[in-house]
């Protein structure tokens, strides 16, 4: 008898109960799962949706070069126009949860329209994607709107009232403030110290011939008075013509001593006179000589005349016996002058040893808190023991004096810093060794004299 098979002799073993065979197995377990109602018995008669296996996606390594690609944005959804969609974020794990409904229209860009302004405006309406242009345009300088220039498109949106039609004349203006600002900005060094030894001998010798003028008597002083308005508002138009203005010299070097003679003579009504005659002469010059800015050349020329010689002009009122006789005009002046000096030495002496607070950086760096206070002490020090030993002042209104000084003095000298600072000049001139220009010097005096003369009428000092 032939030799059976290995395999055939298992068979035969399970088909005589050594064991179950694996087809009865499986069918078990069919029946167990039609039973339980996990399976229906019938699979063919409807259709089951089987997920098909989908390939393994292996990751990019993380040092690997960027693809370039992007996540797919399913704007072309059927549900993504719904008004009802959910706009919040869905989680979604099988395929079939994209049939859900959503709102994908937030992704979408509005196409700009360019006879409106919302998008320049800023007022969008909700939904609306506020800006159309992308960061690569950003950063090339793009703006909002197609064919508009950056800085007009962007400046409503950086809270400008308005956009400049002139780009051109916008750019110009902002470089010019920006480098005015970084030549006099707030961390502006205080300008170089004067030269002690020279300014002193300087000081001196002014002060000596304004004493022998005051000795003198009110006739004196006021030719000096002239000549040296007369000198300070030459300093003043050479200034502007270096700016580049072109005011009516002539006229205003003649108007200056003018309005001081005139004061003298026939007080407010000379003035007033002068003023006028000043008016039309500049209206003239600038007809028989038409200037390129006329209106700018006779506000800087009728400026000059009326700060300088107007202003001049009380020294003037003071020096008129028919106001104050007896000499009391002479001894106003001496102490207007005295005590401008006294205002500017304490300023200048504490301000340069522990000044430290500015009170005016981007007009003058050098003036500090420290220096108006030691100023202010020392003008009322002086008033108090000086003035008031002379006549017509009493121990109050010399007090009264040195405080009105203290309080207009640095206004003059602000104001003309602030002029300097327009024309870009750290001193008028240079007639005064050690001092700069004499309008560096009458600049505090040209405010102290309206003052004197006011504080005169009101306390009856005549």
Known sequence: M?????????????????????GEVRIAAVEAAVAAGLVHPHPEDEEVAVEQPTEAYELPNWADPPTGQVPRVLLDHPDAERPDAVRGPTWREASSDWAAETDLSIFAAVEPDESDDTVIAGTVEPGEAPFTFSFEELERGGSPVEGTEPEAAWAPLLNQEEAPEDLATLRSERRRHASSRSRRGATEPAPKGRDGRVATLTGLGLAALVAVCLLLGALATLVLAALALTLTA???????????????????????????????????SGIMTVLGCAVVLTALFHLLRPPADPLVSMATTLFVAVWVGGLGAFGGLLLAPAQFPHRHGVTLVFAAVLLTVAHDVGSFVVGSRVGRHRIAPDISPGKTLEGLVGGTLLTVLVAVLAVGMLHPFGRLSALELGVLVSAVAPLGDLTESMVKRDLELKDMGNLLPGHGGLFDRVDALLFVLPATYALARLAHLS
């Open 2 to 22: 032939a030799e059976q098979p290995e395999d055939d002799n298992k068979d035969e073993t399970r088909a005589e109960g050594n064991g179950p065979s694996t």
């Open 234 to 268: 030459g300093e003043a138009f050479a200034a502007l013509q270096r700016a580049g203005y072109r005011p009516a010299t002539l006229v205003g070097l003649l108007t200056v001593p003018a309005f001081v003679v005139a004061a003298y003579l026939r007080q407010g």
